[in-house]
């Protein structure tokens, strides 16, 4: 199956050389190129593109708010790619429910692999941003963590689902553990983001943990 991904870049030079990268892989197409962020958001909505690749700093609407509309409307999956790792940026991306966040000093290999990971269903971290966010959080006061009330609602199975979300475990990974397909392993991630009323399955991690249902192991 052919990955269909759309570049969203303020700057012309980069576009081009991103789609010049995507389109060298002989499963990704490069349906079209946005140089803003309500571009981005038509063009997503126009072609709906399995994966949007989302510049942050751009005229408009930012790629943190384009996000948060693409992902609203349910069109595709976005992955940020940026010259900057703040931490603003970072939490503001995973908030807005991307399913990746890179720093564009990442090769082109790696930019692939997290192109197929996310058009997948997986989440995608650059490494230098999840140190980071381990560090931070770790060094966060203990609270007592809001759950959704949606987590009640689970069945049995998808919590089994969220339990290794929260493990950081891929969708490959999910269903040999769980002894299902991918395909059906994808259907329950989507119903669990639905039902505790998630974006990103960065978020159902998170919840995971809160809820204590991915022990260390």
Same mark, same amino acid.
């Given at each position: ?9 303020? /700057? ?6 991103? !789609?010049?990268?995507? &389109? ?19 063009? @997503? ?41 703040? &931490? &603003?940026?970072?939490?503001? !991306? ?24 996310? @058009? ?82 960065? /978020? ?14």
């Amino acid at each position: 199956m052919t990955i269909r991904v759309l570049v969203a870049d303020d /700057q012309a030079a980069i576009r081009a050389g991103l !789609a010049m990268i995507l &389109d060298a892989a002989p499963d990704i197409e490069v349906v079209a190129q946005a140089g803003d962020g309500l571009s981005a958001v038509a063009l @997503a909505a126009e072609h709906k593109p399995d994966v949007v690749l989302m510049d942050i700093r751009m005229p408009g609407i930012d790629g943190i708010e384009a996000t948060r509309r693409v992902v609203a409307a349910g069109d595709c999956d976005v992955l940020v790619l940026t010259t900057f790792d703040l &931490d &603003d940026y970072v939490d503001g !991306a995973l908030a807005a429910g991307a399913a990746g966040f890179l720093l564009k000093s990442v090769d082109a290999p790696a930019l692939l692999d997290a192109v197929r990971a996310v @058009a997948r269903g997986d989440g995608v971290l650059a490494p230098e941003v999840t140190r980071r966010v381990i560090a931070r959080v770790a060094q966060q006061p203990v609270r007592r963590p809001e759950l959704p009330a949606g987590l009640s609602e689970l069945t049995p199975r998808e919590r089994d689902v969220l339990a290794c979300l929260g493990r950081g475990m891929s969708n490959a990974e999910i269903a040999a553990e769980l002894v299902i397909t991918e395909a059906t392993t994808k259907t329950h991630v989507s119903r669990v983001l639905a039902k505790l009323g998630l974006r990103s399955r960065v /978020q159902a991690a998170i919840v995971a943990q809160d809820a204590g249902l991915a022990p260390d192991r």
